[in-house]
């Protein structure tokens, strides 16, 4: 099965078309590659269309992580050279093999994991240590996403993890490679070496000032300042607007009755699994547990997994393959399954608890119902707003007056360059982590008005550029 799934990302096919796509951008650029089509589709992987908009994100998430690394001193062209396009849809390709498996398979996983992954995550954590919402909306917003994308991604990645998992569980190296591995990390050598002082090294020779000024002059684009741009921008975005709305209780309760097939519970089992290679293995552990031993130690034993791997937590009959689901279902609270073959190998279940399937009354459903509904009319607001700035503007309003007439908050940026820099080579503080956001900045006229840019998070931008300093050849005293 393993090798099916890297049937896809190997291919003649997929070099050539990573390769046509890399010189497609380095010809014109990520934002007009795909010009003339909406959001055209760059590849298929079985039923799975991977669009331009998720090569591009992916692109995207790349380039920042790589200037991150290198201090921010790689630019677009030099990250294309490094392969940047091809590794991003490479990313995606992999991701898109391992979810139509998922899709054959089944497979899913239960809100109940998904809540307390986000939940535990320390990203989304305030200062006392609790979940905080606000946070979590405004972390996934600053990546360009929103909640159900941000969910829909999370659960995949889950998947994906639990697919490899199943793969390699079991499996044994050949005793060549053990003995190379373990030689190599066994190995002990003895050796001498002499500490040299560089202070004992006489300087090198100061160059004089001709040579200094020839080398400046020779070499101009290395000391060159890129173009900067001064900018003031009103932003609107959902998260801002929370506090200003109140939902009745009236339209909360008739949202209940509305939406109340999502709030039907099915039957769920609190469930750990293991997955081991061979029915005779999957027996070996069993009989180690009837004598006694502990579920999660002869499991971790036997794979080498972490015990939170076992750990499947809440399930339903549609998060499990039909031939677990109708053996796992009938267990009761400690009772550990007999081994079961599926395609992924050999499983032995064992239920911790039993809940049986109800509605959530209005009172436990409440706070879900609101929470959503706060979303959903915030970030129709942010829209209306938008239109009202927009008129505003046409009555002959300036940006800053608008924006007080419609009490938004008005932010400005000093001098920051197309990769999101001060003069100073630091990443801007206060910048939008938003694509959209800089695209927008170096493609406006100085004060021209600009449309509204739409980014992530249903976030909504009004830029005006104030200031456009182009690129200069710094002096030789500032960088003698």
Known sequence: MFQRILTNLKSWAIKIFLGLIALSFAVWGVGDIFRGNSDPVVASIGNIKIRASELIREYDRELKQLREMSGGQIDAEQARAFGIVESALQQIINRASLDQHSGVFAMGVPDSLIAREIRSSPNFRNQAGEFDRRLFEYAIAQNSMDEESFIAELRSDITRTQIINSLITGIKSPN???EAIWKFR???RSAEFVIIDGTEFTKSPTPNPQELDNFHRENQQMFTKPEYRTVTYVAIQPVDLLDEIDIEEDII???YEYRINEFIIPDQIDLDMVVLATE???LRALDRINQGENFADVSIGETGLEETDLMLGLVSRK?????????AFTLLPGDISDPIESDFGWHLLKVNDVLPGHTQN?????NTIRESLLVDRAVDLVFELSSHFEDE???GASLEEAARNLALPVERIEMVDVNGFNPDGEPHVGLPRMTEFLESIFKASRGADTPFVEAGGNTMYKIRVDQIIGPAVQPLDNVR
């Open 280 to 282: 005779e293995a999957a």
């Open 176 to 178: 060549t490679m053990t």
């Open 319 to 327: 998060n499990l393959l039909p031939e677990l689901a109708d053996i």
């Open 253 to 255: 309760r008739s949202e």
């Open 186 to 188: 066994g190995e002990q």
């Open 393 to 395: 503007l046409a009555g």
């Open 362 to 366: 209005f009172t436990e459903a409440r």
